[in-house]
């Protein structure tokens, strides 16, 4: 059973940086796809970035294209999401995804199984 669990999160002030971790065990798939979405109070779930095993491929959403980088841990399969120069409007609740279809848009939290808990973000300015 594959099971996800983020932390990392917390209070920050605008310009300052966050590493949030994605921690997945139970994962047997030859490959998958990682990725963070974010919801922000009254708004809908967006994808954030996502990144494929084994290929390393990777994208992200424009809003945060140049501040945040995904990366991947292959050894612990643990996913990173580094947050650079936070904004107040990056202050959501950060969720991590993982499920075995890489085909489908990677951006529509639908396509996934496998769902964390969630880390809370706050910017403040």
């Known amino acids: 059973q594959v099971q996800v669990m983020e932390s990392g999160g917390g209070s920050v002030q605008a310009g300052e940086s966050l590493r949030l971790s994605c921690a997945a065990s139970g994962v047997t798939y030859i490959s998958y796809r990682t990725t963070w979405f974010r919801q922000a109070p009254g708004k809908e779930r967006e994808g954030v970035a996502v990144i494929y095993f084994p290929s390393r491929l990777k994208f992200d959403a424009e809003p945060v294209r140049g501040r945040f980088t995904i990366s991947q841990d292959d050894a612990n399969r643990t996913v990173y999401l580094q947050m650079n120069n936070l904004k107040p409007e990056d202050t959501a609740m950060y969720y991590c995804?993982?499920?075995?279809?890489?085909?489908?848009?990677?951006?529509?939290?639908?396509?996934?199984?496998?769902w964390g808990q969630g880390t809370q973000v706050t910017v403040s300015s």
């Open positions: 995804a993982v499920d075995s279809t890489i085909a489908d848009m990677w951006y529509r939290p639908s396509s996934y199984s496998h």
